[in-house]
């Protein structure tokens, strides 16, 4: 695969593609059945990269027509005044899904306030009943950013069966639940992590190689299969300000035959996918 073979992956304009596709179909749905999908986010505390996210959400929802909620809390709030207000959301007929924007203050506890979610409204795919649904290959919301990996191999049909598959990074948010979908998929895969010994030898294997270990531009070109499938998940803010990924892209680019860049690759496709989980339990309630 030489250099002029390498296909650049567009998430941008996957994303936009799926937005599309779910705005069409809530049409449909308000049209056939009277139905608006809602998408809840709580907020705790002004964190500026969380509100940026917020902020993002709820321009997404409007963008394909659905009902849109934002609860700001103030830092301070107790675990037990967020857990009356999930209560709220999970009784709320007019909220399909909910989340709660991470990171929260340390006075909460992020896996009281995921396990509080009712499932069927856990679009984030967190909750242990949506994991345990995943481990059994019976998955109902799955988790975004994962999804959203496995839908960008599928529009730019890259073949999943058989192939070996490498992850870098086992985080509870992208590396675990991957290395399922992708096992799902008929892949052969390979976790790998801080502890794991000579990784270039490992990632050198793959087929599909996915860097999903938030450390900046760590994955370089000798590490690299030729015509190797490379899905970069990390952002990393260098010094400089420059947003870089987990792979060294001008060095694994002449190696690769698709890869992912940063930003645009794999970023866009996380909200696009929690659209589509609201939209889906949208549909259930029909």
């Known amino acids: 695969m030489g250099e002029s073979m390498t296909v650049i992956i567009d998430g941008k304009k996957i994303s936009q593609d799926v937005r599309n596709e779910i705005r069409e179909e809530a049409l449909r749905l308000k049209d056939d059945k009277g139905i608006v999908p809602g998408l809840a986010v709580i907020l705790v505390g002004d964190d500026p990269a969380s ?145 794991t010994r000579n990784l270039p030898e490992v990632t050198k294997r793959a087929e599909i190689l996915v860097a999903a270990a938030g450390s900046a531009e760590m994955i370089r070109g000798d590490m690299v299969r030729e015509g190797a499938v490379v899905i970069d998940v990390g952002t990393n803010r260098l010094e400089n300000g420059k947003l870089v990924g987990d792979v060294a892209f001008a060095d694994v680019y002449k190696k690769a035959s698709y890869i992912t860049p940063v930003p645009g690759g794999v970023g866009p496709m996380t909200i696009a996918m929690l659209l589509k989980n609201t939209l889906n339990a949208a549909k259930f309630l029909s």
């Open 51 to 195: 509100q940026i996210y917020v902020r993002g959400k709820k321009n997404a929802c409007e963008g394909v027509g659905f009902l849109s909620k934002e609860v700001r809390l103030p830092a301070h709030t107790s675990e037990a005044k967020l857990l009356e207000i999930i209560d709220v959301l999970n009784g709320d007929r007019d909220i399909n899904g909910f989340l709660v924007q991470l990171p929260v203050p340390e006075q909460i506890r992020p896996e009281a306030i995921v396990e509080a979610i009712d499932p069927k409204k856990d679009v984030d795919g967190l909750h242990p009943y949506n994991v345990g649904k995943l481990f059994s290959g019976n998955p109902y919301h799955k988790s975004c950013t994962p999804a959203g990996i496995i839908e960008l191999l599928d529009r730019y049909e890259v073949d999943i069966k058989g192939k070996e598959a490498v992850i870098v990074g086992r985080s509870v948010l992208v590396g675990k639940p991957l290395a399922l979908m992708l096992l799902e998929r008929h892949a052969t895969v390979t976790v790998c992590h801080t502890r």
